[in-house]
């Protein structure tokens, strides 16, 4: 079973909205990664935790907040977005952040539109 | 600056005959790559993967080659299927450094295979 959840599948929200996406896996994985994707652009990494604990951040701005409660779970938290933030949101998870030959297996996506 | 490109945003196939994607890369400290394909409105879904220290790897119709000194690598899927036609990413992975287990993507090549 190599299968990532995401909730919900879309999400619309406005500038003042705070909103949450969930992602799960039961790979027993202990890397968990949130990216971003525009329209026609490859996918983008925003952060990346690792047993936990967030390992890099790729200069997110702050209006993004994700948290790992457990090893299973990683949300993100997202409060007075832009409508340039309007993107699919990708959850992806790995054995191991550490190690050369991980494969990141992604999850369905979050269809975010802030208006 | 791109690190892995993909210079054919599109590609179209007979169902049967061989579809090729190309990839290249420019940074050295990549030692592992990946083929995702990804549908619309969908995470990406992993394919194949390959180590630097190889030169082939096979899984199936896909197969993917490795040319180090050219720093190029290509998927084969042979024979090409309807059910193949998808958006292709092929991404590579960093060696050392803080950002190890970051996942670079290309811009994808969008193959379409008729019946």
């Known amino acids: 079973d190599t299968e990532v959840t995401q909730t919900p599948k879309h999400l619309v929200m406005g500038m003042t909205n705070k909103k949450s996406l969930k992602c799960e896996q039961h790979m027993g994985h202990r890397a968990m990664y949130w990216y971003k994707q525009k329209a026609k652009k490859p996918p983008e990494l925003m952060f990346v935790y690792s047993y936990e604990k967030l390992s890099i951040n790729e200069s997110v701005p702050s209006r993004f907040s994700p948290e790992c409660p457990n090893s299973s779970l990683l949300n993100l938290h997202l409060h007075a977005l832009q409508p340039e933030d309007s993107a699919l949101y990708l959850c992806?998870?790995?054995?191991?952040?550490?190690?050369?030959?991980?494969?990141?297996?992604f999850g369905p996506g979050t269809r975010l539109l802030v208006l | 600056d791109q690190q892995v490109k993909q210079n054919s945003p599109s590609l179209s196939v007979q169902e049967g005959r061989i579809s090729i994607l190309n990839c290249d890369y420019t940074?050295?400290?990549?030692?592992?790559f990946l083929w995702y394909k990804k549908y619309p409105a969908e995470g990406p879904t992993f394919l194949i993967s390959i180590s630097s220290i190889k030169d082939k790897n096979e899984d199936g119709r896909f197969t993917v080659f490795l040319n180090k000194s050219a720093k190029h690598l290509s998927l084969h899927i042979v024979p090409s299927q309807p059910g193949d036609s998808a958006v292709y990413f092929c991404a590579a992975r960093r060696r050392y450094g803080g950002s190890q287990g970051n996942l670079i993507f290309g811009k994808g090549t969008k193959l379409s295979v008729k019946p």
């Open positions: 992806a998870s790995s054995q191991d952040w550490r190690g050369t030959q991980e494969t990141q297996y």
């Open positions: 940074n050295s400290m990549f030692d592992y």
